[in-house]
């Protein structure tokens, strides 16, 4: 088929929960960008946006609790100890943390996502959580960004009051990071079998990937049944090995959010762009991500700001402009 044949097939078909399969991926994430069929690309996608989320979009609120070295020294994290970005630590207490959670909500937040380094204390984060839930009431979804676990401990999340869990296996797994993929794919695997629900992002995506390998992570992201999926950028960050590599255009970015809207289809209804920009939004993206705290992308802490100065008024603006309206809940206003 020609790319406009798997363009007009895939919008056809979005609404079966079929996924596109493997070769057309690669296929449409093949155009040329700045071409008319890349054009037609973001077009179709946003068309299906509109048939699946009757132009809904939401805000996803991350709070990085911990700006802390972490001993896994991911390629790509500012906070690998062994690059030596981190050189004083800041932890986020209950107060800070209901604080925070508090105005996301008000912003109308509608996932709030706690995030920490890879061996943070779950115990502590749980106390985090029951505080939460007890001094935040609203219809909010609450979430960790953690390490790894299995599937006790993921239940355990679950009757503490944790909805969902962002985790992924990484574009370069196990070559930029030191974990076992296995072992990545355990934890998604613990998620699947537990009421916890996962988002799971195409991430991060740098220079250095493949069509194929990008095609590989959406299509687990889908398979894992992921309810958020989508791309994040990786953001180079000076100081660490793949620092030296220059981030995505806007327009690749834009790109892979149309394409992961066209294979996943209505079998992962919600689609997420990190960083937002309108033209991610023109392209299919409905979610996108605030951030406060400890950023993975950034060498110090964005303690009380937002990270890139990207808060839900700017988020709500380019939704706007892009033809969605932002609502805090999936029924609801
Ligand atoms: S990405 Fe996560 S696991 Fe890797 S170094 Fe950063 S905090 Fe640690």
Same mark, same amino acid.
């Given at each position: 088929m020609?790319d406009?044949?798997?363009?007009a ?9 079929k ?9 449409l994430l093949?155009?040329?960008? $700045?071409?008319e ?8 996608a ?6 699946l989320t ?6 996803w ?12 020294n991911?390629?790509?994290?500012s906070?690998?100890?062994a ?9 986020y207490? =209950? ?7 508090r105005e ?15 061996f943070?204390?779950k ?8 505080a ?5 009431v609203?219809?909010?979804?609450l ?6 676990f ?6 355990w999340?679950?009757t503490?009051?944790?909805d ?9 797994e $196990?070559?930029?990071t030191?974990?076992d993929?296995?072992?990545r ?8 079998a537990?009421p916890l629900?996962?988002?799971f992002?195409v991430e ?5 990937h493949?069509?194929?390998e990008?095609a590989?992570?959406c299509?687990l992201?889908?398979n894992?049944?992921?309810?958020v999926?989508g ?8 100081g ?8 995505i255009?806007?327009e690749?970015l ?8 066209l ?5 992962v ?9 309108q033209?991610?939004?023109?392209f299919g993206?409905?979610?996108?991500v605030? =951030?406060? $705290?400890s950023?993975p992308?950034?060498?110090s802490?964005c ?6 100065q990207?808060?839900?008024?700017k988020?709500?603006?380019l939704?706007?402009?892009a033809?969605y ?5 999936a029924?609801? =206003?």
């Open positions: 020609t406009l044949e798997i363009i097939y895939a919008e056809a078909q979005a609404e079966t929960g996924l596109l399969p493997r070769d057309s991926i690669i296929q093949a155009i040329e960008t $700045g071409s069929t890349w054009k037609e690309l973001g077009a179709a946003r068309r299906v946006t509109s048939r009757h132009d809904r979009a939401y805000l609120g991350a709070i990085g609790v911990d700006f802390a070295p972490c001993s896994m991911c390629d790509f994290c906070l690998g100890e690059w030596g970005i981190v050189t004083t630590e800041r932890k207490d =209950e107060e800070e943390t209901v604080k925070q959670v996301y909500v008000q912003q109308g937040v509608r996932w709030i996502v706690l995030r920490t380094t890879e943070y204390s115990e502590a984060l749980m106390d985090m959580i029951r939460i839930r007890t001094r935040v609203g219809t909010y979804e979430g960790l960004n953690i390490g790894e299995d599937l006790e401990t993921a239940n999340l679950h503490c009051g944790v969902f869990i962002y985790h992924s296996l990484r574009l370069g $196990g070559k930029d030191h974990f993929p296995k072992v794919i355990a934890t998604l695997e613990a998620v699947k537990s629900k996962l988002v992002l991060p995506v740098g220079i250095e493949s069509n194929e990008i590989d992570i299509l992201a889908a894992c049944n992921a309810i999926t791309a994040m950028a990786r953001i180079p960050v000076p660490t090995p793949l620092g030296v590599y220059p981030q255009e806007e690749r834009a790109q892979i959010i149309a394409v992961t809207r294979a996943c289809g209505s079998h209804p919600d689609i997420c762009v990190h960083p937002g920009s033209l991610q939004m023109e993206a409905n979610v996108t605030i =951030e406060t $705290g950023v992308r950034d060498s802490c303690c009380g700001g937002k990270w890139n990207f808060d839900a008024t988020a709500k603006e939704f706007q402009k033809g309206t932002v609502y805090a809940t029924e609801g =206003e």
